[in-house]
């Protein structure tokens, strides 16, 4: 069995899964994975209100909790590491510093999921062009405040938006051939303030490709981003670790040779 790792995988320490710390370890363990990092959400909005959601303060201590519990319970070949999805860090960049600085935390996934104009990117529609260009363009512009706050190890899923356009029969256009100076921006701001991004393979499930897309990977490679973790983003067992393998065949396709995993926040690469 191929050695996997999953940088990306919730149980319902995030509040859109239901899956059991254990049995989602299990189920990820049980399909190859033999280092794991938990990426709970750590959501910092609500998601309806906009408003600052208090519960964040609690997930780094959660996830410490249920590593302490069924760490002993699982298997001595499994490498488990504990992360985090920080999410909406840019509507409370004052948090920064105490949500990102526990010590216990391994690796932190950087993500965006809601606009402060409309909400969130999967309640919108996307059939009308000229809103699905703003929409685009709002996405492009929070991203780049993410990649400049400098909190994370990695952001999370570049282009996901596509997967909510794709159920309404729209391709968002997020292309280099009409926002390539953007996207190399963005990029180049990780690179040069040391951070990654992950090949989130969530898409791959659904025909929506990987996020980002393979042109947005090779970009990444080619101004000579190295750091690139692999990711299921799976809420649920029956899911655990679909597509890495698929993932991994991208990134070498693109011309990475390794994948990344963190330790306490260092990086460190993994031949594939
Ligand atoms: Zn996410
Ligand atoms: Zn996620």
Known sequence: MAFLTDYHCHTNISRDSTAPYYDMVMAEYDAGVRQLCITDHCDTVDWHTLAFYPPCRDVARQELEAYEKYRPLLPADLELRMGMELAELIFHPELTEELSGYPWLDFILGSYHI????????????????????????????VQQVADLNYFDVMAHIGYIRRYASYQGVDTGLTLAEHGDRIEH?????????????????????????????????????????????????????????CLDQGQEILKACGFRYITVFTKRKPSFIPI
């Open 115 to 142: 606009t402060k104009e409309y909400g969130d990117y999967h309640e919108q529609d996307y059939t009308d062009p000229a809103f699905c260009r703003e929409l685009l363009d709002i996405y492009l512009r929070d």
């Open 186 to 242: 963005l990029l180049k701001t990780l690179i040069r303030n040391g951070k990654g991004i992950e090949i989130n393979c969530s898409g791959l499930r659904d025909g929506c490709g990987p996020f980002p897309s393979e042109e947005i990977l090779r970009l990444y490679r080619s101004l000579g981003g190295e750091i690139v973790t692999i990711g299921s983003d799976a809420h649920r067992p029956a899911v655990a670790a679909k």
